[in-house]
């Protein structure tokens, strides 16, 4: 049998991942709505909850006071991220038999270019079954994957055929596909670019397709090239791998466009805590932090510092990230996406067993800080302004 080798993206998401490790750790909770965030009289929200809680319109993010009023009977549990991040390592290294090309996107997904990997086992979906059945059979977990030749048609994929997916989206059944479908299904199309297309005419993906590229440049600037494309089936991003490391970041698309300068210093901060944490943690150490903005209109600008020396330290990205904030100013108005990353990076391993390196790039107190997160439990100890980011 020929090798089918325009089939070499596949896409990995678990089903409702942290509900379901709860569900395989106590069999009592396994055919119920579970939701996973914490007590409902709290203030917090949810995290995940099983596909029987989501019958009842109960959704990620969604205040727990709130989902407790849709689904009364459900069973509200904390959040354990001792146990998710095993279970998501264990899954990954189920990935990393099939190919070393793997792009994390979360703790639960990831995209994997089988291109290499192809001649050894045959096709994507042969893959694609192994790595279900061994994510079933060694974590105990459901796992859903898509197929295509691209990254946005596997994820679509796996999104389509979620609980339990396994779908393809083969080359000639792309644009038949996409028709259909609504334009929030389109990477980045968010309510705000749904509400401009609506008044457009545009709902579906198919009507996007058809419009002239012109009049969608001129509602949607850049973006709407990119929109067009995707509706086209085109999508040429590459698989970015982690085998070594260049950079590290985190960023987060609101769902609302903002302009509240503490909303933002709040997001850099976060970022910066989860960034050093993450550094210290690979022992490694970064020299130039790059914060990334996209505004309303889809423009994107990125602002960089190299330091003077090498920092692990959470504060010291912070304090440059937000330099790099104000160095920006107002910009170009309401922001949909703030994004921070360090580049430039080199290991301290080596350079630990010399006491003079010692502590050079990472506070006491940040490595304290660590030692207690380590012993207890991610986020047993975190800076006050975080709180109301905690449970997100
Ligand atoms: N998560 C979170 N807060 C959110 C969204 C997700 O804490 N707002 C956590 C809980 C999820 C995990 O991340 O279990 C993975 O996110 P997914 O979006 O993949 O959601 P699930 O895996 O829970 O469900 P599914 O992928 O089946 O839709
Ligand atoms: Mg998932």
Known sequence: MAIQTDLNIIHCDLDAFYAAVEQRDNPSLRGRPVIVGGRPDSRGVVATCSYEARV????????LAEARRLCPEAVFLPVDMKR???????????????TPDIEPLSIDEAFLDVTGSLCIFGSAEKIAWDIKKAVLNEAGLIISTGISYNK??????????????????RREEATHVLSLLPVSRLWGVGTKTQQILKRMGIETIGDLAVTPPDILEK???????FFRELAHGIDNRKVET?????SMGREITFDEDIDDRHQLEACLLQFSYLLGRRLRRTKLEARTVTIKVRYHDFKTVNRSKTLDGYTASSTVLYETALF????LGQGRGRIRLIGLSVSNLRSFEGLEQFSLFKNESVSRSEELL??????FGEDTIITANLLPYREK
Do not use: C, W
């Not at 998710?84 to 099939?98: L, M, T, W």
């Open 84 to 98: 998710y991040g095993e279970a998501s390592r264990q899954v990954f290294e189920i990935f990393s038999r099939f």
């Open 324 to 327: 790099l904030l104000r160095k």
């Open 242 to 246: 982690d085998r070594e490391v260049k």
């Open 219 to 225: 509602h949607l600037g850049q973006a709407g090239m």
């Open 56 to 63: 009842y319109g109960v959704k990620s993010a969604m205040p």
């Open 370 to 375: 660590d030692q207690i997160n380590d012993r």
């Open 152 to 169: 946005f048609l596997a994820k679509l994929a796996t999104d389509l055929g979620k609980p339990d997916g396994m779908k393809i989206i």
